[in-house]
């Protein structure tokens, strides 16, 4: 069993909390991301990040996430592709099971890259990793 941090304020307040994300990567079933077929057609890259809150059964909940997109071409506007890749990401991410645990965890992020081989590897390396996201 994974060690856990209990998240201080609300263990000090006496609430029964989800814990804090373990040290360690949590055991974890997940799905293979797929290149969305419409950016894939554009030469679409992309950088993403995606926080999520994990149940105690091991389901994520509370998920949001943030791409930055890039294209070769100057014909295509990337920037509207942005939510195609955020719509991927938490699609698959949904399907994601963690370890049950007692209480679960929160603030869980990962980030994930789509590039393409044939392209230049120096366009997804142009792209900044979004910070982390908030979820609301």
């Known amino acids: ?5 209990l998240i201080p ?3 000090a307040l006496g609430l029964q ?6 040290a360690e990567e ?3 079933e997940r799905t293979a991301m797929q290149f969305p077929l419409v950016a894939f057609d ?5 950088r993403c990040s995606v926080t999520m809150d994990v ?7 509370n998920m949001c996430g943030d791409c930055n997109v890039a294209s070769p071409h100057d014909f295509v506007k990337a920037e509207r592709f942005e939510k195609t890749y955020v719509r991927e990401v938490l699609g698959v991410v949904r399907e994601w099971r963690f370890a049950p645990s007692e209480n679960g965890f929160t603030g869980y992020s990962r980030n994930f890259d789509f590039n393409l081989e044939h392209l230049n590897p120096d366009l997804l390396a142009s792209l900044e990793t979004p ?3 908030v979820c609301d």
């Open 1 to 5: 069993m994974m060690a856990l941090i």
């Open 26 to 28: 949590p055991e974890l």
């Open 131 to 133: 910070d982390a996201p």
């Open 42 to 46: 554009k030469d679409i890259v992309a």
């Open 17 to 22: 909390a989800a814990d804090a994300v373990p």
């Open 9 to 11: 304020m609300l263990a």
């Open 55 to 61: 149940r105690p059964n091991g389901s994520p909940t």
